[in-house]
């Protein structure tokens, strides 16, 4: 406790400690600490030094960026960052060879006031000489598709762009060009650490090498000169590999439907290298279907079928096309004096880092005897890894075509619904400058168990399109909507986040929560948000005291659910969401694991839609027109679940199965009068079964079964 409280700059502090329970059965003794920290010695004013002359120099240039500022503690974080700080640097600039022992501790220098120190910082000289050697980058040799067993006269001598690649076949797979890009050492320039780690990690990222080796040796006839030996190992090129997925969904409240069963196959292939230049073709074909294991009255054995191909071709480097990044970074710079730095910092990381994306989908999806719909997908966009733990994903142009095609049934839920009439219907989704960003962080687990993760997204449609069409209708003075032929243009904008907090306390122990809310909001000349793109709750992955849409919106509880010849709560679904969860995870025995998990949240629609009461999200509740019902305020309508989950842990993945149990429901049981209800109307638990309205008559009528693979979150 004493060396941490000097570690912190309290030179002087006094500990005590005091044994207050000796617990000798259980080997445990209980210990006080008493701390009198005293004063903390700060930094009056830091001296650098060093008998290298040329060092010496370096350290007066670099000094006005030390981390060793006046009126700081003088501590042992504060002393090891400013000791990376020169290192760091000297390696950067040519100094291969120096290593942070060369920093001596810091000097105290008599002051006459001692709790304000002058301090000395010296650089030592190399152990076997006088002065550190600056060095530069001589040959580099480029061993393509490196085998150790083979001898040095086996490969052949090709240079390319100054740069001499070994070789031990005349065609080379890969594009020289791609390699060159990958590397930043270059003759005659002075040694990099950051630019040696920037080539190795850049090699490694083209993905078409099993092993990337970097080998740096001192020439033998020039001694202040690194020659480089790239080792550069393939992989196969073609991978192939296959899916297979069982899914269960709960439908116990449909007299007809009954439960259902999923199955799904999806074989995918991955070419690493399919036009030389390393560009990944990664392409997956998917066939699904739902059936009903115990088909009884009008239910059919087949319910839905799903199918889908999808590709994904990777180029490894940042193709701007349009110069719109190039553009926006030379306006926020701005002059040298008033350049952003961040914003210059970010270009510099798509040029480096950035993957170009060009992706095609389609999906065709059976809902038998209510719908089926074609969906059409193009885009164009980036991935960028800025590090282990942050990742990026931009999309400048997309395109995506629903087309649906509805059945009687599933027309007759429609004209008793006008929200989802509105927004369910051919949509034609259009962006060519931006389409979304994504960001996630995914932060290291911590010493102490403690591990964060945030997730960002903004997505939009339309606004372009909407934009021409405003101009169009202000030159020919009339107001007209672009379409083609029936279909409108849909113009949108989504924003969501996912906060996430987990805490390991052991092998066999851990709490993790989250925290996710979103909203969606259409302009131009679209009134509601297309049906694809709103929110929904419930299901294994959401809150598990309902079924996948099952929940919402706000208290509204639609007419259509409570018939048994309708699939109930698959179209529930709002303009805004709020969910959060809590887990308590913990080991059954072996590879069985347990959960309890608290679950809360709801959707909403932000307007106010007479047709569907109660569904707004409103601060202060309010009557709805026309009728005699009630819309809550938004946080009345928080709904609430619990249970227990089991989870199968084979390494490669986890089996969950999760019962969820409802405790709140959004809505009171027996309604409202005059705008009132009681809180406890709102509870399971606070209504006996006889009382129950008709729409529930067991105990396991609240409960909803999920099956799922991996962690909900």
């Known amino acids: 406790m004493r060396i941490y409280m000097q570690f912190k700059g309290y030179y002087d502090a006094e500990v005590s400690s005091d044994e207050y329970d000796v617990k000798e059965r259980k080997k445990k003794v209980y210990v006080a600490y008493y701390i009198n920290p005293k004063k903390q010695y700060t930094i009056d004013t830091i001296q650098f030094f060093s008998l290298d002359p040329t060092i010496h120099q370096i350290l007066q240039e670099i000094k006005p960026r030390t981390h060793l500022r006046e009126g700081l503690g003088i501590t042992r974080e504060l002393y090891n960052k400013e000791k990376d700080r020169i290192t760091r640097y000297l390696r950067n600039n040519g100094y291969a060879y120096f290593y942070p022992q060369y920093v001596d501790a810091l000097e105290a220098i008599k002051s006459e006031d001692f709790s304000q120190v002058k301090l000395k ?73 950051a630019n040696f780690e920037k080539t190795n990690k850049q090699l490694s990222s083209l993905g078409v090498f099993k092993f990337v080796r970097i080998r740096q040796n001192i020439d033998s006839s020039e001694v202040n000169v690194l020659n480089y030996r790239i080792e550069l190992t393939q992989s196969l090129n073609v991978e192939l590999g296959v899916d297979f997925d069982v899914s269960y969904t709960n439908r116990n409240r449909s007299a007809t439907t009954g439960n259902l069963i999923g199955i799904s196959v999806s074989p995918t292939i991955q070419n690493k290298n399919v036009f030389g230049g390393a560009e990944l073709l990664a392409s997956s074909l998917s066939a699904g279907v739902e059936i009903n294991p115990n088909p009884r009255n009008q239910a059919a054995f087949w319910n839905t079928i799903d199918l889908g191909l999808r590709s994904n071709l990777y180029l490894p480097k940042f193709n701007d096309y349009f110069n719109i990044w190039r553009g926006l970074n030379k306006i926020f710079r701005g002059g040298k004096k008033q350049r952003l730095v961040k914003v210059d910092n970010f270009y510099t990381l798509l ?17 038998l005897d209510y719908y089926r719909y074609n969906l059409f997908d193009a885009s164009f966009g980036y991935d960028v890894r800025r590090a282990n733990t ?29 929200f989802l009439e509105r927004s369910f219907g051919q949509q034609l989704f259009v962006s060519l400058l931006f389409r979304d960003f994504n960001f996630v962080y995914q932060s290291r687990p911590t010493r102490f168990g403690d591990s964060h ?46 906060l996430r907090y987990s805490k390991q306390y052991s092998s066999k122990q851990a709490v993790a929560g989250r ?50 010849d309708n699939r109930p709560f698959f179209y529930q679904t709002g303009d805004l969401k709020i969910e959060f969860s809590l887990e308590y995870r913990f080991e059954i025995f072996w590879r069985l694991k347990g959960a309890l998990f608290f679950d809360g949240g709801n959707v909403w629609t932000i307007r106010n839609d007479p047709a569907r009461c ?69 509870w399971i638990f606070a209504q006996l079964p006889a009382q129950i309205p008709y729409r529930y008559r067991r105990l396991v009528d609240f409960i909803e079964p999920h099956i799922g693979l991996g962690f909900p979150f």
């Open 515 to 564: 925290f996710a809310v979103g909203v969606a909001r259409p302009f131009g000349f679209t009134t509601d948000v297309p049906y694809v793109k709103q929110f929904y709750v419930g299901g294994a992955n959401s809150i598990r005291g309902w079924a996948t849409r099952g929940l919402g919106p706000g208290g509204y509880l639609d007419p259509l659910a409570l018939d048994s």
């Open 390 to 418: 942050h990742r990026y994903s931009i999309n400048h142009i997309g395109i995506d075509y629903l087309d649906p095609v509805t059945d009687s049934l599933f027309e007759d839920i429609l004209k008793a619904n006008p």
């Open 121 to 193: 910082l010296e650089v030592f000289p190399p152990f076997e000489d006088s002065t550190h050697q600056v060095y530069q980058i001589g040959d580099i040799n480029i061993y393509m598709d490196y085998d150790p067993t083979l001898e040095e006269s086996e490969y052949k001598d090709t240079l390319i762009n100054g740069f001499n690649f070994k070789i031990r076949t005349p065609d080379i797979e890969i594009d020289p060009e791609t390699i060159l890009r990958s590397i930043y050492l270059d003759k005659g320039d002075l040694y990099s650490e």
């Open 351 to 367: 040029r480096e880092n950035a993957t170009t994306r060009i992706s095609g989908s389609y999906n065709y999806l059976h809902l």
């Open 614 to 682: 109660g569904s707004q999200f409103l601060f202060s509740g309010r009557s709805c027109t026309n009728t005699n019902s009630y819309n809550d305020p938004f946080y009345k309508q928080i709904a609430l679940s619990t249970g227990l989950g089991f989870r199968v842990d084979l390494t490669y993945f986890l089996f969950r199965f999760d019962l969820g149990f409802r405790l709140r429901e959004p809505r009171p049981f027996f309604g409202f009068t005059d705008g009132q209800a009681k809180e406890s109307d709102y």
């Open 453 to 498: 993760y945030v997730g960002a997204s903004i997505e939009m449609a339309g606004a372009e399109m909407w934009l021409g069409n405003t101009i169009y209708n202000a030159f020919a003075l009339r107001a007209d909507t672009l379409r083609i032929g029936q279909t409108d243009f849909s113009q949108y904008i989504k924003l969501e986040l996912d």
